[in-house]
């Protein structure tokens, strides 16, 4: 009897653990279009995808399409939808927004709107960088799942030595806002390295 206590006891610990690992998941809203790519790369780096439902708790927004009325009112600070007060709240709590640029759509028109009305809709597009967001193109999350640290990962696989990532080989990885590096138990990433990857807008897990 005491056995099986003992066994049952463990599978609890295994279940507790495993749960807290799962509230501690950050997460991922969709606003638009959900897109298996862009959802694939934040899934295999342990991401929740969450309903709008959810939004409450959400880290990060990704906006797959947005009008250039929706783009405007958030930009002027005068959101009014449902939709555009939770973007322009995720703003104002210094959270991450992520834009797509395919389903902007000032990205549609640039081929045919004026270009004097084009630059007003660019200052517009530039406040939301300003606010803090990222536009991003959908082949910025069809890139190898890995392949952003895949130079450092080949070195240090090569033998059980520390790799000393410094900033000048971050540099060398091309990384931009809103990529995830992930590191290795034998990478060891200078203060310098982090905070350049801080100021990039890259998340270090």
Do not use: C, W
């Not at 990704?62 to 007060?85: F, K, S, W, Y």
């Not at 890995?146 to 450092?152: L, M, T, W």
């Amino acid at each position: 009897m005491d056995n099986i206590e003992i066994v049952v006891q463990k599978i609890t610990d295994i279940i507790i653990q495993r749960l807290q690992k799962e509230e501690h998941r950050k997460t991922v809203v969709f606003i638009g279009k959900e897109y298996s790519s862009i959802r694939t790369y934040y899934e295999k780096r342990n991401y929740k995808i969450a309903s709008l439902k959810d939004k409450s708790d959400t880290d990060i927004i990704i906006v797959t399409e947005l009008t250039i009325l929706n783009m405007n009112r958030i930009a002027l600070g005068l959101p009014q939808t449902e939709d555009e007060v939770m973007i322009f709240q995720h703003f104002l709590n210094g959270k991450k927004v992520f834009f797509l640029e395919e389903g902007m759509e000032l990205h549609a028109s640039q081929h045919v709107a004026p270009r004097a009305l084009l630059q007003v809709l660019e200052n517009y597009k530039n406040q939301l960088v300003r606010y803090g967001a990222s536009i991003l193109p959908l082949k910025h999350f069809e890139k190898i799942n890995g392949a952003i640290n895949q130079e450092v990962n080949d070195k240090a696989n090569k033998s059980d030595r520390k790799e000393l990532l410094t900033v000048a080989k971050v540099r060398k990885l091309n990384l931009h806002a809103g990529d995830i590096f992930e590191t290795d138990k034998n990478i060891i990433v200078t203060a310098l390295a982090r905070d350049y990857l801080r100021d990039l807008g890259v998340e270090i897990v």
